[in-house]
């Protein structure tokens, strides 16, 4: 096992937005998060790497790596800071960035970059620091369709090779069912833990409040 | 100017100018202003002790470092507003105890009182702030790019924002004595602003502001022939922004 939540709570001044949540996580699990807006999913990421204070017990195995790609919002793209020095300064070895972008695409800044392009960045850099664990926080948002695909691909070259957990939370249900073995589901407490395949329209509607029209892959 | 004014003037630019393009990129470009108002009652500490102003305007920042990350911790709202109250106050005690002879020499400068220790202790100041921008150079990046993001990958921002903090009181401290309260902060928005209108890479744009501290100084010190080298020093930054504004305007 890999990592361990019991009876997570996070309050932001007195008002609880996660509470009581517990699961576990194995080695090489790909773990899905959904739930509506507001429903404390980045809150639950943000536990997880320790970012806020928390009540409840987070356990890692030890000397677990855990990398985040945050969403692509709340950055600062006016800064003069090439996709190059951006590798460099994260410590990822040439060689390592060299083989997935061409010496003309490193000379751009950030500033430069589309959301595809910035977010394709972000998640190479995450996943090539050896992690044990990447938390993937609505890696898809800026995606159109084809970017999504390159860098669903990578996501998956990448897990193959070297063998991590991921937690990804997003919106888009489809593209959890076509990732993940197991969904839990939140709106401030667990609403349900289990194998893609339990994942009723019934319970998606108790979930968002709404009848939720997805395409789910059945494994 | 005696040479060792000179050189006083010069490194006290680049010491402002590295730390400018960090305070834009932090949304934080009034902190210049602000701290250096709060240096008013130091200098008048140190004019009725008669030591340095340096360390009576050092002490004070530092203090109000200290004043404005606790404030920071409690409120975290309305930052903005509590440090524009904090720094009125200080004005404000100031000129209660600062004779009115010195008043305009501490609001405008005076580097014709600068001494050999001046220029000591202003070498000190510029080497610590380069080793330091050098040393943490990676991780001041990342944060300028996102506080969150730079957390998530297990940088202490806390612990970097306030070394930031204090090379800027350091810089101010060494810039007072050159510009005086009232301008100083220009040093801390002007080089910014210009290096980071017309530079493409990190590295570029950290050479290009210690290039624009020298050349602007040396400027301001010419025209402070004609001028008092306050406002020469402002006007030069200010022909230097307008240069690059242009530059960067019709992409040459």
Excluded at chain 1, 91 to 109: A, C, M, N, R, Y
């Amino acid at each position: 096992m890999l990592l361990k939540v019991e009876n997570l709570t996070v309050k932001f001044d007195e008002t609880p937005v996660l509470e009581n949540i517990s699961f576990e996580l194995e080695e090489n699990e790909v773990l899905g998060v959904i739930g509506p807006n507001g429903a404390g999913k980045t809150t639950l990421l943000k536990a997880l790497i320790f970012q806020i204070p928390f009540e409840g017990k987070i356990t890692y195995k030890e000397g677990t790596v855990v990398k985040m790609v945050p969403q692509l919002k709340n950055l600062n793209r006016n800064l003069p800071l090439t996709v190059e020095e951006f590798f460099i300064f994260s410590k990822i070895p040439q060689e390592v960035f060299k083989s997935f972008f061409d010496e003309k695409f490193l000379k751009k800044t950030l500033s430069n970059l589309s959301d595809g392009e910035l977010q394709k960045v972000l998640i190479i850099k995450a996943l090539s620091q050896k992690p044990d664990l990447v938390l993937l926080d609505e890696p898809s948002s800026f995606l159109d369709p084809k970017n999504k695909e390159t860098v669903f691909s990578i996501i998956e070259k990448f897990h193959e090779r070297d063998k991590f957990s991921i937690i990804i939370v997003s919106h888009d249900i489809s593209l959890i069912s076509s990732m993940t073995d197991r969904v839990i589901c939140l709106n401030k407490n667990l609403v349900c833990d289990g194998p893609i395949s339990h994942l009723t329209p019934e319970i998606l509607e108790k979930l968002y409040g709404y009848k939720v029209m997805a395409h789910l892959h059945r494994h | 100017m005696e040479i060792q004014q000179i050189v006083i003037t010069i490194i006290s630019a680049i010491s402002l100018s590295l730390l400018s393009g960090f305070v834009i990129l932090k949304r934080q470009s009034l902190i210049g202003d602000a701290f250096s108002h709060i240096a008013l009652p130091g200098i008048a500490l140190a004019l009725s002790l008669k030591i340095d102003i340096f360390w009576g305007a050092l002490i004070f920042l530092l203090l109000g470092t200290f004043l404005i990350i606790a404030i920071r911790e409690k409120i975290k709202i309305f930052l903005e507003a509590v440090v524009g109250f904090i720094f009125l106050l200080f004005l404000s005690l100031g000129k209660i105890f600062i004779e009115d002879e010195e008043l305009i020499e501490s609001l405008f400068g005076n580097i014709q009182k600068a001494t050999t220790l001046d220029l000591g202790i202003a070498i000190i100041v510029c080497s610590f702030i380069i080793f330091t921008i050098l040393k943490f150079k990676d991780k001041l990046a990342i944060i300028s790019f996102s506080e969150e993001f730079a957390q998530a990958e297990g940088i202490n921002v806390k612990k970097i924002d306030f070394i930031f903090l204090l090379m800027i009181a350091m810089a101010i401290a060494l810039g007072i004595r050159v510009t005086g309260v009232l301008l100083v902060g220009s040093y801390l928005i002007l080089p910014g602003l210009s290096c980071l209108l017309i530079t493409k890479s990190f590295n570029r744009f950290l050479l290009l502001s210690g290039f624009y501290g020298i050349i602007s100084s040396c400027l301001g010190i010419f025209l402070s022939r004609f001028i008092e080298l306050g406002p020469a020093i402002v006007i030069s930054q200010s022909l230097i922004f307008i240069i690059f504004f242009i530059l960067k305007s019709f992409k040459l």
